[in-house]
């Protein structure tokens, strides 16, 4: 804990926030209690969050499609969204969450909203048609207009 108590307020909001429980089952069994400052048990707790692609993800030769949505790729910006706020890096990140939750938008549809911009980001880099940016300029920018 910090030694401020509104900084440690603050950080464990942006940490409950993104990831709410500690608490799942993994593969409809026993529940188990993990630990989400472990980036792989803090998987295992996104993952809990999307029982629908639980088949799909669990052959890793798929390519199937949920709803018109890829799983694989759903999930690893759930978790890369989620690891922005576990770490406050960019700040950006949870001050658009914020902003979002006090216009009365559920968690689910605020992470949908920061991880379409995150892909903005991804997409052209992945793809060649720019360089990824360390500063991440036109992302944190994208996020403060949010």
Do not use: C, K
């Amino acid at each position: 804990m910090l030694a401020d108590p509104t900084a440690t307020r603050e950080l464990l909001a942006r940490r409950r926030f993104a990831v709410p429980t500690i608490v799942t089952s993994i593969d409809g069994g026993e529940e188990v209690e993990l630990d989400p400052a472990d980036e792989d048990q803090r998987e295992l707790l996104i993952l809990a969050e999307h029982p629908e692609y639980r088949a799909v993800l669990a052959d890793p030769m798929s390519d199937e499609l949920v709803e018109g949505a890829n799983p694989r790729l759903h999930v690893a910006l759930h978790q890369v969204i989620a690891n922005q706020l576990w770490d406050d890096t960019p700040p950006e990140v949870w001050q658009a969450a914020r902003r979002l939750l006090a216009q009365g938008h559920d968690r689910h549809a605020i992470l949908h909203a920061l991880a379409y911009e995150l892909s903005h980001e991804l997409y052209p880099a992945l793809t060649g048609q720019h360089t990824p940016d360390p500063d991440m300029t036109a992302y944190r920018a994208r996020l403060r207009t949010l």
